[in-house]
């Protein structure tokens, strides 16, 4: 059974404007995301700022989701890290704490081989119960997963159940799928292409953009799987502009704007990320207006 169908949300982690972790407005977020018709949380990704936290924040922001949500939707815990040591030991943590799923990224920088990817998941897998969601997203981690390789890992480790992918390949997707028999959870990684990979046998998204229209991305997904297809497309098609706004500067200083925008107020980025030149943000805001969000 998958961890979860739909629309999870790769959510922001508010700062203060002292850079902690404000978790008075993660719990604000995080009802808001439940309320918004969100199927699942997910909880430290890169949307998350995990690269600049603390492996004892990165584990107490976890904690926190979990805690806060009490299995009303699934909570999954990004992870993953280019060090096999340090990633069995916070999916442990994630694990023991009562994660539905865990998400594990590529190994970023050290660009393992393909059997060095094959080791570094099974010893992750290894060490806990919870289902895996394999992370494939060569262009910020240097290091792709390749289909046969997802294909062994999907058929030898038990608990590796599912891929989130942002190749941007739907070629390398379809491979995916043919390989894995469709014995694969597969999820895409980048809000405009939801309805391409749900067309291959997809079965939802995590979503960036369901942090400032979690209902849309949901029903967008659920019609798809209802059969209402041409409804989806239109839905994907009049989500473009949005997605391009969020993805006009690296992920998640748009999203961040944008919910700043919105009065959500989540705080600054940690550095290195940086706020969001002007010229962007103007854009984003006129997207976001013609969005219905603002």
């Known amino acids: 059974m998958a961890i979860f169908k739909g629309a999870g949300v790769a959510i922001v982690t508010p700062m203060k404007d002292n850079l902690e972790v404000n978790y008075d407005k993660l719990d604000e977020i995080i009802e808001e995301q439940i309320a918004g018709k969100t ?120 608990n590796i159940v599912g891929i989130k992918e942002a190749s941007g390949d739907i070629g390398n997707v379809a491979k995916i799928m043919h390989l894995c028999d469709g014995n694969i959870d597969l999820y895409s990684g980048n809000d405009d292409q939801v309805v391409p990979l749900l067309a291959l046998g997809g079965i939802g998204v995590i ?54 925008l919105m009065g959500k107020e989540v705080g600054p980025l940690r550095p290195p990320l940086t706020e969001m030149e002007a010229q962007n943000k103007e854009v984003l805001k006129k997207a976001m207006q013609e969005f219905g969000i603002l």
């Open 207 to 260: 979503s960036v953009v369901s942090n400032v229209a979690p209902a849309y991305v949901h029903d967008m997904v659920y019609k798809f799987l209802e059969g209402k297809v041409q409804e989806s497309c239109k839905m994907q098609l009049d989500a473009l502009p949005i997605c391009d706004a969020l993805f006009s500067e690296v992920n998640p200083i748009p999203v961040k704007a944008a919910m700043n």
């Open 39 to 158: 199927d699942a949380i997910i909880i430290c990704g890169t949307t998350g700022e995990s690269a600049t936290m603390t492996e004892e924040e990165h584990v107490d922001v976890i904690k926190f989701a979990i805690d806060r949500v009490k299995h009303r939707i699934p909570v999954i815990a990004g992870t993953g890290s280019n060090c096999t040591a340090t990633a069995v030991q916070l999916s442990e943590e994630a694990d023991k704490a009562g994660a539905e799923g865990l998400l594990l990224v590529t190994p970023y920088y050290n660009k393992a081989t393909q059997n060095g990817l094959i080791a570094h998941y099974t010893t992750v897998a290894e060490s806990v119960k919870a289902p895996i969601i394999l992370y494939n997203v060569p262009s910020r981690t240097g290091c792709a997963i390749q289909p046969a390789t997802v294909a062994k890992l999907v058929h030898n480790v038990e």
